[in-house]
């Protein structure tokens, strides 16, 4: 396989997204929104002290779960810090596996599919550029941005969260910690490449756009239920989960591009044309 | 040398069989075209060469490489204008030319710069290279596909339809590259065509075929002549005379003579019109007829094409 070809499919179709306002926005804005929004609202929201009997919702029964290591970080803290502390650490983690997700799912629908509704694919498939090279283009396309969205993303709030700290914790910031840089560099990219490949094959089954989107929202299921489970202390996303999950991504990762590479077959792509 | 041979190729989807025992050749230079009408197989032919798509039966080589076993090294040494022009509507016509240039193995720049300003040079779109190729018109659309087909020098190049869907002043442009481009680029053509046209005036030999089946094979006049019967003798008189008809008929090298209503038009049936003309115009004259014009009417391929392709289909 040679990468080069790859990068110019990747190159290819770049050109082509980042001149369609259709697709770069909701690929800016939903990233913007988890990273300005979320630290924002968690900055908002009265503090249990400054409600009296009130409780931390959702976020008890995980309190209650929290392995003894977690449990003993929140030692001495004040309910105000422990309220802070386990949302932007803790509760808000999962949506940024949502990130990349949702800014590659746009582009990774439109990679074959796109092709066969405005009917480009013939040339494109005619090419010498060889199956895998093909299928890896269509992947990094999706992938490169989606994850400088969710790098950038990861900037910004940890930048917020951080200011929100300082005062908070008395002059100790919170991100980046080891369990976040394992989650932005190891399990997002992991999980995005998963969801990516898995569009991508969809998108190449289909005939249009609009049903690979529709089948590929599925995948975000696995991350709402990872969203839940934390929120309800069943799944705790913690160092050790995070790198299993990474390491488990991985592995499904290769496997799926080695299928991807073997189900991919130009005739049947050019008998789904629209 | 035959560059493109098939034997037997077929494919069927399902039940129904788009390409029926398709066996021909085409020799290294010459431009072949594959004319039918609509759904004869003509698209699926071009499929199956340029590895787009897999025979169910038979075998071909492209430049001596097998389809089924060397689709990479054949879709390296092959030009395809695909039914559509498949252009990417977003990216300018230099971008696109860059794109398929470097996908076919151009790696230089320096060296796809020179190549995508010759060709667009050629097909007058170098002023609009930095354009949107959705700000084109149809034909300037189907000029930078022919371009893109070429754009890697390729020996064979595969033309299906080009100018299918233009306006005559578009078709006739294209059709006048194309000629020039056979002589420029000294490619091997495969055009696929339902215009008759277009396949009398570009291709040096056809074969048409009908519901995935060859039906013959042959250059034009060939055609013309095994299709529509020899060239006939038509003379023009100022006035029309029983007595000239009979004479002309009396005659034994003509087969047949046909007068038209005033029968000042006489079509006259020859077995040889080269050594028959001069004896058939003395005979005229020596039976009092003043003869306005002689001339050799040969058969249209469009009315052998047509009488054909209504035969096989009934």
Known sequence: ?????????????????????????????????????????????????????????????????????????????????????????????????????????????????????????????????????????????????????????????????????????????????????????????????????????????????REAQQISAVLLIPVLILIFGQLTGAIFLGPIMVGALTGGFAIVDILLFNMGVKLFRREEILSKLA | MSVIETEGLTKRFGSFTAVDHLSFEVREGEVFGLLGPNGAGKTTTIRILACLVSPSEGSAKVLGHDITSDSLRIREVVGILTENPSLYERLTAYENMDFFAEAYGLEDQQERRGRIRELLEFFELWGRRDDKVATFSKGMKQKLAIARALVHRPPIVFLDEPTAGLDPESAKAIRDLIEGLSHHEKSTIL??????????RLCDRLMIINRGKRVIVGTVEELQSRMGGKPVLQVTLREASQKVVEAVRGLKQVKQVDADSSATKLTIALDDIASATPEVVRSTVHAGGMVLSVNTLHPSLEEAYLRLVKERSS
């Open chain 1, 1 to 209: 396989m040679r990468l080069q070809k790859a990068m110019l499919v990747f190159r290819k179709d770049w050109r082509e997204v980042s001149r369609n306002w259709e697709v770069i926005l909701p690929m800016i804005v939903i990233p913007l929104m988890f990273s300005v929004l979320l630290p924002v609202v968690l900055a908002l929201i009265p503090s249990r002290e400054a409600v009296p009997g009130s409780s931390l919702g959702g976020s008890e029964e995980m309190l209650r779960n929290l392995p003894s290591s977690v449990r003993d970080q929140l030692v001495g803290m004040t309910d105000r810090q422990v309220q802070f502390y386990m949302m932007s650490l803790y509760f808000f983690a999962p949506f940024f596996l949502i990130i990349p997700l949702m800014a590659s799912s746009v582009i990774a629908s439109d990679s074959f599919a796109g092709e066969k509704e405005r009917k480009t694919i013939e040339a494109l498939l005619a090419t010498p550029i060889s199956d895998s090279e093909l299928f890896l283009g269509k992947i990094l396309v999706s992938f490169i941005p989606s994850m400088m969205l969710t790098v950038i993303s990861f900037l910004v709030y940890s930048t917020i969260v951080d200011l929100l700290s300082f005062s908070i914790f008395d002059g100790k910031l919170l991100l980046p910690n080891p369990t976040w840089i394992m989650l932005i560099f190891g399990l997002a990219p992991t999980a995005a490449l998963t969801s990516i490949g898995l569009t991508v094959m969809i998108s190449a089954r289909v005939k249009g756009f």
């Open chain 2, 191 to 200: 055009l696929c065509t339902h215009r008759l046209e277009d396949a009398e």
